[in-house]
């Protein structure tokens, strides 16, 4: 099954794609933020990457306990998975959203891209796509043997 990891951030939405079968997880161009409080382009974009690229299951970085403990972020990314799952299905592209944990996801990537030589004045959009990557293939790697 191909799936999409989304990073969540009120900037950026860090891009993975990965799948189950090859079990690698790749990061892609992040999305930039909106200013729309209802984020309609932004959902307009993950539909139309999911038009052109289907997956079986979108997961959504989810910064704390999944239990559903957390900060003020973890309710923001709780609104935003809910609100681009009923998206979806509005626009007849159903697909379930998931939470995965991401907890270090960030740090990790942003380590890899100095590791890299990569500066962090350009690791913006690069770290979050990676931070998704990160945690994707955490998730994936549940499937290998």
Known sequence: ????????????????????VDGIAFPRRA????????????YESILMF?????????????P???????????EESRF???????YLLEHNNPCP????NEILSSQIAAHKLREAGIAPSRMSGEKDSL???????????QFSS
């Open 1 to 20: 099954m191909r799936i999409l990891a989304l990073d969540y951030g009120k900037k950026r939405i860090g891009i993975a794609v990965g799948d189950t």
């Open 31 to 42: 999305l930039f933020g909106t200013s729309d409080p209802h984020m309609t382009g932004l």
């Open 50 to 62: 999911i038009s052109t690229e289907p997956v079986g299951k979108i997961l959504v970085g989810y």
């Open 64 to 74: 704390g306990d999944i239990s559903g403990s957390g900060s003020s972020q973890c």
């Open 80 to 86: 935003f998975a809910d609100s681009l799952e009923d």
């Open 97 to 100: 959203v998931e939470f995965a």
């Open 131 to 141: 931070a998704a990557a990160v945690f994707l293939q955490t998730y994936l790697d």
